[in-house]
Each structure stands twice: as C-alpha cells, then as structure tokens.
C-alpha cells in the first residue's frame, strides 16, 4: 500500500508527488482508495490507458521522451466526506478545487484550471435515471 497502511481510507483527497520532476497530481477518491490506486497503476502499466487521466499521460510522456519510469510518492491530504443527497453538496469535490487554488506553487501542479470548474460527478448515483430496481 503506497499510503503506509492506509489503502482502506474512504473518501479523501489525495497527492501525488512525482520524486523524478517535482511535479505534484492531487485527487480525490471516493470510497477505499485502494480502487483509485488500482485504476492509476493500471494507466501507467498499459499504453491503451495512458490518456485516461492527466497524471497518467505525464507518467508516460516521462517514460516516452525521457526514458525513465518515475518514482510517485502518495499521501493523503484530507479525509472528507463525498457527495450527500441531504445536503446536495460535495465536500470531496469542493476540497480538492481548495487545494489546487492553495497550491503554492502552481507551475509544480500537473492539474488543469478547468478542474475548478467541472461538474461533482460524484452525485450522479443519485439521479433517478440511476436508479436500479431490487425487482
């Protein structure tokens, strides 16, 4: 487990520092985050998936032109809860957007401006077209 034992941590934001570059990923992960981690390390294993995610093709613009396999160092940056139905917000979403406006030095962060203004896409489970039926 990258997070020293903390793979089973629910609902949190995340940091990825790439040693290599200096350059800093922050994310979220709701539910465990040992599914998020899966799904990264899945993206810089396998070509077919390297534009999945902004840290994946840099992971792999690395490997390409600079023909090294970058070292990641993970850590979690805060524990929040995700998308609540009662309260119709997202304090996942809405931390993460905090920390890349936080970020003392933006020329580091892999992660794009127009993140701050995307859609929580952790409510759409609760949309009635998602609704699944018990019957």
Not at 23 to 40: C, I, M, P, S
Not at 50 to 61: G, I, R
Request: charged share 30%.
């Amino acid at each position: 487990c990258p997070l020293n034992g903390q793979c089973q941590v629910e609902d949190i934001v995340y940091k990825y520092v790439v040693s290599t570059s200096t350059k800093v990923y922050l994310g979220t992960a709701e539910g465990d985050f040992k599914k998020r981690y899966n799904n990264h390390t899945k993206s810089f294993k396998h070509e077919r998936y390297a534009n999945e995610t902004t840290l994946s093709k840099f992971v792999w613009e690395m490997k390409e032109i600079h023909n090294e396999n970058p070292t990641l160092v993970w850590s979690i940056v805060k524990i929040v809860p995700s998308y609540s139905n009662v309260s119709k917000k997202c304090l996942l979403c809405l931390y993460e957007k905090l920390e890349i406006v936080n970020f003392e030095r933006q020329d580091l962060l892999l992660n794009k401006r127009s993140e701050l203004i995307s859609k929580c896409r952790h409510a759409n489970k609760y949309l009635l077209r998602n609704y699944k039926s018990k019957d």
